[in-house]
């Protein structure tokens, strides 16, 4: 077994609550009290130890990652996710337990974090990359690629104070990302920039993975974590509650989350034709029935639409369908009782329709439905945009690589070659 490159034990991190300081808590008014009534003193800090209410950001935290391994962090804000980054990155120490880390460690946690405020982004690059244990001609050779990446050239010779946040966190992610540390510890960048840096930085952190390089990144976006970490930790009231493959990780997480997220009532919706059927519910499952609030592409789902019939009949000859459109507005596919031959000769007044895909064709990304049903000779219920169908990444072709780029439907296909 090769060493760990982060090697985590015990992990814990306590603040005290309500203990504001004032002038009389600074170390000179503590020497002055202390001079005066030494007892008193001494009775009332034992007090105050016991009485004081305290939080533990993080509490028995233990893990490994192996050197190359990109490994998701994941929970709701307040979890201890970035207390546990700030650890790594020892800009806090731990109240217990230990952390371990072999290899130089590049950081960005938060917008700035690590930037001069009165220096230039040329001279703030040259800074992190001393921090970081690099000499000035290695920081030499990769400035040109930061610069470019940051998108900052006109400014790079301007103090960092002047910039705005945006720029600041182009500037900030580039500098971690292109000097090459052998960790890389990454909190939340993902949340700010415009949709294409976003991009950009979900392009370099993928090739930043197949470098072989250790990342640990901290994100609420799910489907980023899914297509960049075979690996994620969940981290909830500061402790450590799920490790395992991202796929099943990220789904208990979003399921504990969105527990009604995946069931859509559609009550007050766009509609035409309301007459004997009505459509009140629309709800996703995944393969094993389970309700989900999202679907891994290539996974097997299925879609519930609940109903009920006028004055609670019976009816004959009913059609159900879904359309599925991109956010758009444009068309991707129809899913028709016809088309497969399996209208519903007779209907209670009251149930459900379930349409079952076995293996779900759509790559990563948001999608609209519109469901309808019709009894013939009776008026269509049609509802417009009854629900938002969330793809996350998934294997879909069995390579374990991350889908980028690859459209919007996913065929099954295979190549060879002829001579």
């Known amino acids: ?3 760990p490159a982060i090697h985590v034990e015990g992990l814990g991190k306590r603040y005290r609550l309500g203990l504001g300081m004032n002038p009389s808590q600074s170390r000179a008014g503590s020497l002055l009290r202390l001079m005066a009534t030494p ?37 709701k804000n307040g979890a201890g996710k970035t207390t546990l980054l700030k650890i790594l990155s020892r800009i806090t120490d731990p109240s217990q337990g230990r952390a371990r880390l072999n290899g130089r460690v590049g950081s960005l946690l938060e917008v700035g974090t690590g930037f001069h405020p009165e220096l230039t982004g040329r001279e703030n690059v040259f800074l992190n990359g001393a921090i970081m244990g690099l000499h000035r001609a290695e920081i030499k050779t990769k ?49 700010v920039g415009d949709l294409a840096f976003q991009k950009k930085c ?65 009550e007050g919706r766009e509609r035409e034709g309301q007459g004997v059927i ?5 709800s996703v499952r995944d393969g ?30 009913v059609l159900a369908w879904m359309w599925i459109r991109d956010h758009l507005g444009q068309p991707l596919t129809c899913l028709y009782t016809r088309l497969t031959g399996q209208d519903f000769d ?9 349409c079952r895909v076995p293996r779900l064709p ?46 919007t439907v996913l065929c099954d296909h295979s190549w060879r070659l002829e001579s």
């Not at 004081?52 to 490994?71: H, I, M, N, R, Y």
């Not at 690996?231 to 490790?243: P, Y």
């Not at 469901?371 to 374990?400: C, Q, S, W």
Request: hydrophobic share 45%; proline share 5%; glycine share 10%.
């Open 346 to 354: 007779k209907i209670p007044g009251q149930g459900r329709f379930v």
């Open 143 to 191: 400035f040109e690629q930061i610069v470019e990446f940051a998108e900052v050239g006109k400014f790079i010779d301007t103090p960092v104070k002047r910039y705005s946040s945006g720029m600041y966190v182009r500037l900030a992610f580039a500098v971690a990302a292109h000097l090459e540390p052998e960790i890389l510890l990454v909190d939340e960048v993902l949340a």
């Open 39 to 75: 007892f008193h003193y001494l009775i009332r800090s034992f007090s105050q130890a016991s009485e004081a209410e305290t939080l533990w950001a993080l509490k028995d935290v233990s893990f490994e990652v192996q050197p190359g391994e990109v490994v998701g962090v994941i929970g």
């Open 1 to 3: 077994m090769s060493t």
């Open 278 to 282: 009505g459509l009140t519910r629309f």
């Open 202 to 266: 979900l392009g370099k952190m993928g090739s930043v993975a197949q470098e072989g390089r250790t990342v640990l990144l901290v994100s609420h976006n799910m489907e980023a974590v899914m297509g960049l970490c075979p690996r994620s930790l969940w981290i909830d009231q500061g402790g450590l509650k799920a490790d395992g493959p991202s796929r099943e990780v990220v789904k208990d997480y979003t399921a504990s989350c969105l527990e009604l997220a995946c069931q859509e009532s559609l």
């Open 362 to 407: 759509l790559a990563p990304g948001t999608y609209l439905v519109d469901i309808m049903a019709r009894a013939l000779n009776h008026p269509t219920d049609k509802v417009f945009g009854a629900a938002r169908l969330e793809v996350a990444p998934g294997d879909f072709y069995g390579t374990g690589r991350p889908l980028q780029g690859v459209g």
């Open 288 to 317: 094993q029935g389970r309700p989900s609030p999202f679907v891994l592409c290539g996974d097997a789902v299925e879609f519930v639409i609940d109903f009920a019939t006028k004055d609670g009949q019976e009816l004959s000859n």
